[in-house]
């Protein structure tokens, strides 16, 4: 089977109520017939070094993650590598993963930070009625971006995302 294009990578902890939103982004993708056919979608709790070598099989990288600081519904903007210097096994930010990609497989592929906003965070709770709320508005702007080719969100028509 041929590759797609695009990877979306959602990540985020389901259990603490809206960090769970770029897990149900990418769960969204998946379901969609028209987005499926484009992009391959991988979810997780965290970015790992493992997603470097899947990232750099792609022409498109879509991050997808839940933000306390995003602005409402939600940020989309491009990323590039940038090495950040981290004393934990367990925080690796989306840049530092495209920094990764590029060192080990010389490879950059074109990456952008889906950011939705979210406001609480407890353990084994529903999202909230808010967030729920971005994430449809985060899934349609997503969509219309992959349908249109992926073009930047600055040069984007109306008509690309149905809007007249």
């Known amino acids: 089977m041929a590759k797609k294009r695009c990877i979306i990578l959602g990540y985020g902890n389901p259990g603490c109520q809206d960090d769970g939103l770029g897990v149900e982004l990418a769960a969204l993708a998946e379901r969609d017939p028209v987005v499926s056919q484009i992009c ?4 997780d709790y965290q970015l790992n070094i493992e997603d470097a070598l899947t990232i750099s099989e792609y022409e498109v990288v879509v991050f ?13 903007m491009r990323i590039e590598p940038s090495l950040e210097i981290s004393f934990t096994t367990h925080t690796l930010s989306a840049e530092s993963l495209l920094a990764l990609c590029h060192e080990l497989n010389r490879k950059a592929p074109e990456a952008y930070m889906l950011a939705i906003r979210g406001y609480e965070w407890e353990m084994g ?10 994430l ?3 899934y349609a702007f997503f ?16 008509d690309c995302f149905g809007v007249h």
């Open 143 to 158: 969509s219309g971006f992959v349908s249109c080719g992926f073009t930047s969100p600055a040069a984007v028509t109306q």
């Open 64 to 76: 997808a993650d839940a933000s306390i600081n995003a602005e409402e519904p939600f940020s989309f």
């Open 136 to 138: 449809s508005k985060a």
């Open 40 to 43: 391959d979608v991988e979810v």
């Open 125 to 134: 709770q529903v999202m909230s009625q808010k967030a729920c709320e971005n």
